[in-house]
């Protein structure tokens, strides 16, 4: 049972451009929320989270969006440069549990 | 200097032969975790461990084995491999396991054949 999903295996966005990458999930008991990138031959690296209390977090080009009762978040890099081009990964957890359930992944690539 | 390190990167060995992969952070955080991630990508957590003690073990056949000797190290060891444990082995740790983020390393892409 696949309870983080990410129905997109790919994207391809323009440099500068905005990318928007989308994530469901089905567990109604996750309430935090966290987006990893993954380069090839590398492990994933932190980029950014969301607790549920929250509907919106900025870092800079990244921004996470919450919609608690559609269960969906999105990832928005704007603006989209090459060096973003890599493997994202939406992870779901419950606070004060150590378990992360990590999506599949979607392939960014942006096109300079 | 490596915040995660894992050996080796790349492990090509026959069915039934007993393997080892060894982890070591050197973050100072409390916990460590071993993932899989499959031929179909999934990154599946099989292990965590806090300060040495066991705290998450997912339905993962007993021929696989973590030793964690202190905080800083979580080896996994394999026992009679079959063609199904081909994948990648991702260690990662996390300050205290408790929804900060973790931190991965390189991965261990483990062939059986």
């Known amino acids: 049972d696949q309870q983080v999903k990410q129905n997109s295996p790919s994207l391809s966005v323009q440099e500068g451009r905005i990318s928007i990458l989308n994530c469901d999930y089905t567990?109604?008991?996750?309430?935090?929320f966290l987006w990893y990138k993954k380069y090839p031959a590398e492990g994933p690296t932190f980029l950014i989270s969301?607790?549920?209390?929250?509907d919106k977090n900025e870092d800079g080009r990244f921004t996470v969006f919450l919609n608690k009762s559609a269960k969906h978040l999105s990832l928005h890099i704007v603006p989209s440069q090459p060096g973003d081009s890599a493997v994202y990964f939406c992870a779901a957890s419950v606070l004060g549990y150590q378990k992360v359930t990590f999506g599949t992944g979607t392939k960014l690539q942006v096109i300079p | 200097d490596t915040a995660v390190s894992q050996t080796p990167k790349y492990l090509v060995t026959q069915m039934g032969n007993d393997k080892s992969i060894k982890c070591e952070q050197n973050l100072g955080h409390d916990t460590m975790y071993w993932y899989k991630q499959d031929s179909k990508k999934f990154l599946k957590i099989m292990f965590s461990y806090n300060n040495k003690e066991l705290i998450i073990n997912e339905t993962v056949p007993n021929r696989f084995s973590p030793k964690s000797p202190d905080k800083a190290h979580l080896n996994l060891h394999i026992n009679s491999l079959e063609l199904g444990d081909s994948a990648v082995y991702f260690c990662a740790s996390s300050q205290d396991g408790y929804n900060s983020p973790l931190h991965f390393g390189n991965g261990t892409r483990l062939t059986v054949t």
């Open positions: 567990n109604s008991m996750f309430d935090y």
């Open positions: 969301i607790s549920s209390i929250k």
